[in-house]
Nanobody, 121 residues
Framework: VQLLASGGGLVQAGGSLRLSCVAS????????MGWFRRAPGKERDLIAH????????YYADSVKGRFTISRDNAKNTVYLQMDGLKPEDTAVYYC???????????????WGQGTQVTVSS
């Protein structure tokens, strides 16, 4: 599976960005998709995931109520809508995927290249 993320950039606090991640190489609806981020000096953390059908989502407390994960299986694309951005959201954002059969595993099998999000105060 190949994952190509895009949509990062520089935005002022309170602004919005939408990240996209296009997948290829496997039936997209059979993949759980996740968004992770790594802030400077910190570990990479899972911030959201969505099941293959899109019927179930998860959000880390740090982004709950501000970020929305969604997917379009016809376009093999997962999105992360980020609203109310804060300087502490500054990080490299990664999309990742794992087969739905590994839903309860914490390990993701496939990773995108990362896209930088910088939020200025």
């Amino acid at each position: 599976v190949q994952l190509l993320a895009s949509g990062g950039g520089l935005v002022q606090a309170g602004g919005s960005l939408r990240l996209s991640c296009v997948a290829s190489g496997r039936t997209f609806s059979n993949l759980v998709m996740g968004w992770f981020r790594r802030a400077p000096g910190k570990e990479r953390d899972l911030i959201a995931h969505i099941t293959g059908s899109g019927g179930s989502t998860y959000y880390a407390d740090s982004v709950k109520g501000r970020f929305t994960i969604s997917r379009d299986n016809a376009k093999n694309t997962v999105y992360l809508q980020m609203d109310g951005l804060k300087p502490e959201d500054t990080a490299v954002y990664y999309c990742a995927a794992k087969p739905t059969t590994f839903y309860f595993s914490t390990n993701y099998h496939y990773w995108g290249q990362g896209t930088q999000v910088t939020v200025s105060s």
